[in-house]
C-alpha cells in the first residue's frame, strides 16, 4: 500500500530517498528526546507526541524504501507489527533498565542508524536480506517505543491514516 502510494505521489525515485527521509525521522526523534531530557523548548506531551509522530514517519519511509528496492513487497517486515514481543521486551525492559532508559533509547538509535547503513549496503546483492534488515530495524524501533510507553503500532497506524490521504503532486 504504500508503495502504489509513494508511486502515485512522487513517482519513479530512488530508494535512497525514502532511506534519506527515514533517517531524517530519526533526527527529530533524536530533537524531542534530547528536548524532553533537557526540559526545554515544550513539553512532556509535545515532546512525546513529536516522537510518536517522528516513528510513524519513519515507518513509512522505511516501507517505501523496501518497496523501491524491488522483489520486496511493500514492507518485508509487515507481520513483525502482529507479533507478541512481551516476553522478549520484558528481559530487554531489565537490561536497559540496569542502564538507564534515556542511554538505552540513544544507543537503540545509534544501532538503528547502523543497521540502515548496512542494510543499503545490502540493496545491490538481494532483496531477501534487505527484508530481513528492515525487519530488524522495526523491532529496535520497537523496543525504543517499548521502553518510553508509546504505542508502537497506534504511532504507525496513525500516522498512516494522515499521510496516505496527502496529495503530493
Not at 530517498?17 to 525521522?25: K, M
Not at 527529530?28 to 516522537?51: P, V, Y
Not at 524504501?65 to 520486496?72: A, E, F, Q, W
Request: aromatic letters at 12%.
Amino acid at each position: 500500500e504504500v508503495g502504489e502510494w509513494s508511486m502515485r505521489n512522487f513517482g519513479e525515485q530512488s530508494y535512497e530517498n525514502p532511506a534519506e527521509g527515514f533517517l531524517e525521522e530519526l533526527g527529530e526523534f533524536a530533537h524531542a528526546h534530547l528536548k524532553l531530557n533537557q526540559g526545554i523548548r515544550g513539553t512532556e506531551a509535545e515532546h512525546r507526541e513529536a516522537m510518536a509522530d517522528a516513528i510513524g514517519d519513519a515507518v513509512i519511509y522505511l516501507a517505501d524504501c523496501c518497496s523501491r528496492v524491488g522483489g520486496v513487497e511493500d514492507f518485508a517486515g509487515r507481520e513483525v507489527l502482529t507479533k507478541d514481543f512481551r516476553s522478549k521486551q520484558t528481559t530487554l525492559h531489565e537490561y536497559w533498565q540496569t542502564i538507564g532508559i534515556s542511554t538505552s533509547v540513544t544507543r537503540l538509535l545509534y544501532t538503528v542508524t547502523s543497521t540502515m547503513d548496512f542494510m543499503l549496503s545490502q540493496v545491490e546483492q538481494t532483496s531477501v536480506s534487505f527484508g530481513l534488515y528492515a525487519e530488524i530495524i522495526i523491532t529496535y524501533l520497537m523496543q525504543i517505543c517499548f521502553l518510553l510507553v508509546i504505542n508502537f503500532t497506534f504511532c504507525v497506524e496513525s500516522t498512516w491514516i494522515v499521510v496516505k490521504e496527502r496529495d503530493w503532486t
